[in-house]
C-alpha cells in the first residue's frame, strides 16, 4: 500500500513505482543538495538491474514491471538533469546554502568532493564523484558554487552519470542473469553494497589521517 511507501527504501520505491521511481531517485540525489542524502542511490540501481533480469510471469507479478531499457534510459535522464539542476543552483547561492547549514554530513561531503577537486582536476573529479556516496549529492552544486565553466561540467558529468548509472544497473542485471533467484537476497546484496560503496570514503579519510601526521 502507498501508505506504507519508505522513500528510503529501495525495494520499497522500485516495488510501487517501477522504472519511474529510477528516474525520480536519480534526479533527486544529483540535484537536490541536502535531500539528496536520504534517497537510495547505488541501493536502488542495482537491485533495480537484478530485478531486471528476474522478469515474474504474469501469474506472479505484482506492480510495476522493470524492463532493463527503460530503467536504463530513466536513471541516465534522471541523474544528468538532476546534476545539471544542482549545478545551476549552486551557481546561484550555493556557496551561502552551504556555509549556512550545519549538516556535519554535508560539510563533510563538501570537503571530500573539494579534495577531488583539487587532486584530478575538475574534470576526473565530476566523473569520479558520481560513484562516491554523498558526494555525488553534492560535487554538481559545489562545481557550480566554485564557478567551473558551464561547458566543463556538463560534457563530464553526462560521461560520469552514464558510466555511474550504466555500469551499476548492468552489474545488477549481470548477477541476476548468472545467479537464478538472487532477487529473493536482495536484502544482503543491497547491504554488502552499501559497504562497498563506503569504503572509498573509508580510504580517504584513512590517507588524509596518515598526510596530516607530523614528518618524524
Not at 544529483?30 to 530485478?51: C, K, Q, R, S
Not at 583539487?118 to 556516496?133: C, D, Q, S, T
Request: aromatic share 8%.
Amino acid at each position: 500500500m502507498t501508505s506504507a511507501l519508505n522513500l528510503t527504501s529501495g525495494s520499497s520505491l522500485l516495488a510501487a513505482y517501477g522504472a519511474l521511481a529510477v528516474l525520480l531517485v536519480t534526479f533527486v540525489e544529483a540535484g537536490l543538495l541536502v535531500v539528496g542524502f536520504f534517497v537510495p542511490g547505488d541501493t536502488l540501481l542495482f537491485p533495480a538491474g537484478v530485478l531486471c533480469a528476474s522478469a515474474p510471469t504474469a501469474a506472479e507479478h505484482h506492480g510495476p514491471y522493470l524492463t532493463l531499457w527503460q530503467v536504463l534510459l530513466c536513471a541516465a535522464v534522471g541523474s544528468i538533469a538532476g546534476a545539471q539542476l544542482g549545478f545551476l543552483i549552486g551557481r546561484h547561492g550555493g556557496q551561502a546554502l552551504l556555509s549556512r547549514s550545519r549538516s556535519a554530513r554535508l560539510k563533510s561531503a563538501a570537503a571530500r568532493s573539494e579534495e577531488l577537486l583539487e587532486r584530478y582536476g575538475r574534470r576526473k573529479a565530476i566523473v569520479l564523484g558520481r560513484f562516491i556516496p554523498m558526494v555525488r549529492s553534492v560535487l554538481a552544486p559545489l562545481a557550480g558554487a566554485l564557478r567551473v565553466p558551464v561547458r566543463t561540467f556538463t560534457v563530464w558529468q553526462v560521461v560520469g552519470g552514464l558510466l555511474w548509472t550504466q555500469t551499476t544497473i548492468l552489474a545488477g542485471y549481470a548477477l541476476g542473469k548468472s545467479v537464478p533467484g538472487i532477487d529473493n537476497y536482495l536484502l544482503p546484496v543491497v547491504l554488502a553494497l552499501v559497504v562497498l560503496s563506503a569504503l572509498p570514503l573509508l580510504f580517504a579519510k584513512r590517507r588524509n589521517g596518515t598526510s596530516t601526521r607530523p614528518d618524524r
